[in-house]
């Protein structure tokens, strides 16, 4: 409970930072909006040039790979902004601040930062869904649910990846490139893959289970996938809370002149 | 007398990567990385009683912040015991932070962009501070530090002076037992730092809140601190009262001067440490030459053409305690 009432003051305080600069909020947001908008014009030209079908997926369907993966990776952004600046956190020192706070290390870290531009690529996820997608009650609860889930598992991945910093110093280049093949996986028809690729899709970049699977449920539902598929989100989602806290053993700080943002 | 820090044979080293300059000794390390380990501190024993404001200098790099770390529980300790408030930092780490404040001179908890009454009210938050509690504790510091008018400006629009001052508040909402300063005026002009003193003391006087302070500052270590431990290379090389460190060394100043010509000077207490044609370092004994004696004297004896007056650096009052010139 008062973790949650923590969680909202920190979004609260996160949008009144960003609106400190009312015109970058704005055009953050809708620049996002923009930006995704123009892949779609891409996939509707793909789409009439190859046929109806892209190694067994329609358009629709990877409009749902699209919207899902923008919801999430916007949540992911709005709301645990600082996995992505993690690394720095670490190697600066930054990380003393949380560490003299009460309260869990690894959810005030990830709060206390929100990326603007989030917001435009959640709402740009809602919208294309309502537009390319048959609505039913269902369907929009596997959309909402998984969106959070993405959501979850991206920053997890991230977590597990920046939290090598802890062991080599600096791995930020690496866990960014990590986060973003997750996220780059996640918006290409799952037919296209196989093989090796596959098996990396299911584990180290886990685009299978946040989006080609989720997209397999919001077409025919199957419980028995549903709970195999949240087992492994709670899976990684454990495995970055382990190692992270591993990892805080060895910090060693630092003392770089810092400011919160 | 309550004993509230207790460090018991304290070790902390860190390994660091060893390399040699230019781009030949890059490419080789990253096939052979030699690492070394560098002991940050060694067998340090230390104890700070309730109520205490105790002075923790040291030159750069001895040591001072990573023990303020092992004591905060950022760090955890290669060996040795650490007890703060009866606890392990470590082990406890979340229920010492609600009794313990911290200010780095070098790290804000305050929100950049936001003004630092919307911060109080998240560490309110963070500190579970009951918000009748936090509306009136905010009033108290308020007054206390005098930030009525910064309440409502972005925090990146303060002075250093007003931010200090603000961390402090910051640092203090959910009243603290021990507060951990870092450096606290640094970059402070002579009348914010004499302020940001006065509001040390004060808050040590009326909630006999202990205060372990670490400051490059002798002005700071003067007027605040009954105790001085001077740490280097990681292991304490003096604890006693300021006042006898005062009698030894503080009670002396270094003066540089300019002059258009040789400089001669005999008086009692002055000392020439270095001497130019035309400029001079002394250090003067204020117990034997007063500082309003020496001056005009200097001005009779040579043509002085600029001046300046300092305190001995800490370096140098470590180096003399190691010299065993104390």
């Known amino acids: 409970m008062k973790l949650m009432r923590l969680f909202s003051h920190y979004v609260k305080l996160n949008l009144q930072s960003a609106m400190e600069y009312r015109a970058a909020f704005l055009t953050q947001v809708f620049g996002m909006i923009l930006n995704n908008s123009a892949f779609i014009v891409f996939w509707l030209v793909l789409f009439r040039a190859v046929g109806d079908d892209i190694a067994g997926w329609g358009f629709t369907a990877v409009m749902f790979l699209w919207s899902i993966t923008a919801f999430g990776f916007g949540l992911a952004s709005v709301f645990l902004g600082n996995a992505l600046y993690l690394s720095r956190i670490i190697y600066t020192g930054e ?28 709402a740009y996820g809602l919208v294309l869904f309502g537009l390319t997608q048959p609505l039913s009650v269902a369907g929009i609860a596997i959309f909402l649910g998984f969106g959070v889930a993405l959501a979850l598992v991206l920053t997890a991945i991230r977590v597990i990846y920046h939290s090598l910093t802890f062991y080599f110093g600096n791995a930020e280049d690496f866990a960014t490139t990590a986060g973003e093949l997750v ?19 299911h584990s180290v970049i886990p685009a299978a289970l946040v989006a080609f699977i989720p997209a397999q449920l919001f077409a025919s539902f199957d419980t028995t996938l549903l709970l195999a598929v949240l087992a492994a989100d709670a899976l990684i989602i454990a495995g970055a809370v382990i190692v992270f806290a591993r990892g805080v053993r060895r910090y060693e700080s630092g003392n770089r002149i810092g400011a919160r943002l | ?24 000794a890059s490419v080789r390390s990253l096939v052979h990385r030699e690492t070394r380990s560098i002991h940050a501190v060694r067998d340090l024993d230390l104890s700070v009683d309730r109520g205490e404001v105790l002075a923790f200098i040291g030159p750069n790099g001895a040591g001072k912040s990573t023990t303020i770390k092992l004591i905060t529980g950022i760090l955890f300790p290669d060996s040795g015991d650490i007890t703060v408030l009866g606890l392990d930092p ?28 919307d911060s109080f009210h998240l560490l309110g938050n963070v500190y579970d501070v009951p918000p009748a509690t936090l509306r009136q504790r905010i009033e108290e510091l308020v007054e206390v530090f005098e930030i009525g008018d910064l309440l409502d400006q972005p925090v990146r629009k303060l002075s250093l ?52 302070l670490t400051s490059h500052d002798v002005g700071d270590i003067e007027k605040l601190c009954k105790r001085a431990v001077v740490i280097n290379h990681g292991q304490v090389v003096w604890n006693d009262t300021v006042k006898r460190l005062k009698y030894s060394l503080l009670n002396r100043r270094i003066i540089d001067v300019k002059t258009d010509g040789p400089l ?45 007056i300092s305190n001995i650096p800490t370096e140098e009052i470590i180096s003399r305690i190691y010299e065993g010139s104390v």
């Open chain 1, 183 to 201: 996220i780059l996986f996640s918006m290409y028809p799952g037919g296209v893959f196989d093989g090796p690729t596959m098996w990396l899709l």
């Open chain 1, 95 to 122: 990380l003393d601040v949380y560490l003299l706070q009460p309260k869990p290390i690894l959810p005030n870290v990830l709060w206390s930062r929100s990326i603007v531009s989030g917001w435009g690529d959640a």
């Open chain 2, 161 to 212: 002076g007003e931010r200090i001052r603000c961390e402090m508040a910051a640092s203090l909402i959910h009243h603290p037992e021990i507060l951990f300063l870092d450096e606290p005026t640094i970059g402070l002009d002579v009348v914010v730092k004499s302020r940001i003193r006065d509001l040390i003391r004060d808050m040590n006087r009326r909630h006999n809140v202990t205060i372990f």
């Open chain 2, 264 to 308: 001669t000077i005999d008086q009692e207490g002055v000392r020439i440490l270095k001497q130019g044609e035309y400029t001079a370092k002394l250090e003067v004994d204020l117990d034997r030459a007063p500082i309003e004696e020496v001056v005009p004297r200097l001005f009779r004896n040579a043509g002085i053409q600029d001046i300046n």
């Open chain 2, 90 to 117: 470590h082990r406890r780490r979340r229920e010492l932070a609600y009794r313990i404040g911290t200010v780095f001179g070098q790290k804000s908890q305050l929100w950049f962009h936001l003004p630092p009454l």
């Open chain 2, 1 to 24: 007398m309550e004993e509230v820090i207790r460090l018991h044979n304290i070790n902390k080293s860190f390994r660091t990567a060893v390399r040699g300059t230019g781009l030949r």
